[in-house]
């Protein structure tokens, strides 16, 4: 047993920050991780699920 490389909490942020690039260009603007993380900035993310739920 050993700990992970990254902690849960960092992974999450990374992703956020590469999902960041995708809700920011969706939105036009500049987004923060805090808005990621809280769901504040999900266009991208709302149009993944939208689709989904049609099928």
Known sequence: ???PEVA???GLRSLAIAYGFLEADRL???VTVNEL???DASP??????ACA???
Request: hydrophobic letters at 20%; a negative charge; zero cysteines.
């Open 53 to 55: 739920s049609a099928k």
């Open 44 to 49: 991208y993310q709302d149009e993944i699920e």
């Open 37 to 39: 993380l809280r769901g």
């Open 8 to 10: 849960g909490e960092d």
């Open 1 to 3: 047993d050993r700990s």
């Open 28 to 30: 036009g603007r500049v």
